[in-house]
């Protein structure tokens, strides 16, 4: 057995989390009658300040400081009305220029063989299931980094 | 509104770090205002790197210790040593004390302590976060919260049983 005591500090520890501490401090901890009283000493200052009740505030904080915020400006819908132009302009020129070039891309695909065609159409799914997948645990940690319930 | 709910749900913690290091009751009001009015204009500089709860910690131990510099307060991270109770001479400590006698010895005990000492305290025990979210909240290095901390618990511990012993005798 261990015949120095422990420090104040592994018995803190041995307290805290007996599982981590030394086997020689865990049994001179629970043999040496001076050790035992420390132990006891911690145990019950821990049980004391874990039940200390929680400071709050004696005021509406949410509200004082809500009506210091500035008043959020409605988003003007010029900027929205250009999105949808753009996204608009985009469909349509993609769907002129695939109109316009059917033959070609048609007759581009059936030059390819079609081993190839597979294997780009393989490549693009797996690539938009990774992707997809990285999205999907970004807004996971993100939402769990918020944790707020 | 989203930020009421982030506020709501996050005064508790910093109620607790705020009453721990301002001492001023009057002071406080205005200390909780300043904390959300600073989250909310650099909500865009929270990155995700920790949980939002820590990151409003973390704002609100710095407010504080901004508000302590500036009113030139006691330095917040030194436990004035020789005034620390020094080790009595018997651990016998009667177990069976009442609960509310404890409680005030133990209150008494910890507003002696430091700011950061109760914040300390505090975030460990009441709040218990781990080693790692007190280090992001406060910024001082692993070691230096470890040390903080023994020392804090040492001192509350010998409060307790100078009380136990001035009350025997």
Request: neutral net charge.
């Amino acid at each position: 057995m261990r015949v120095l005591h422990p420090t104040d500090e592994e018995i803190q520890q041995y307290v805290l989390d007996s599982s981590s501490s030394d086997k020689a401090i865990t049994e001179h901890a629970s043999s040496c009658e001076q050790c035992k009283a420390k132990v006891a000493s911690y145990r019950l200052l821990f049980t004391a300040i874990s039940q200390q009740p929680e400071e709050s505030f004696d005021f509406d904080l949410a509200k004082l400081v809500m009506a210091q915020l500035p008043i959020a400006k409605p988003k003007y819908s010029q900027d929205n009305f250009f999105i949808y132009l753009l996204v608009f302009a985009a469909i349509i020129l993609t769907g002129a220029a695939l109109y316009y070039f059917r033959n070609y891309i048609a007759s581009l695909f059936a030059s390819i063989a079609p081993v190839f065609i597979y294997l780009i159409t393989t490549t693009g799914i797996t690539l938009a299931i990774i992707l997809s997948i990285d999205m999907f645990k970004n807004y996971q940690k993100k939402m769990r980094a918020l944790d707020l319930y | 509104m989203a930020f009421t709910s982030i506020i709501k749900n996050t005064e508790g913690l910093v109620a607790q770090i705020v009453f721990k290091m301002i001492s001023t009751p009057g002071d406080r009001k205005d200390i909780a205002q300043d904390i959300y009015l600073k989250i909310f204009k650099n909500l865009d500089g929270f990155k995700f790197q920790s949980k939002l709860s820590t990151w409003i910690a973390q704002v609100s131990y710095n407010t504080c210790l901004d508000y302590l510099r500036k009113k030139k307060l006691s330095f917040p991270g030194t436990l004035d040593e020789e005034n620390m109770i020094n080790e009595p001479a018997s651990d016998d400590t009667n177990i069976l004390v009442r609960q509310r006698q404890l409680s005030t010895i133990l209150k008494a005990g910890i507003e002696k302590l430091p700011p950061v000492y109760k914040t300390l305290i505090t975030l460990y025990h009441n709040e218990e976060l781990s080693y790692d979210e007190i280090v992001q909240i406060t910024g001082l290095p692993e070691g230096t919260v470890k040390s903080y901390l023994f020392r804090a618990r040492k001192s509350l511990k010998n409060s307790l049983l100078m009380s136990y012993k001035k009350e025997d005798i």
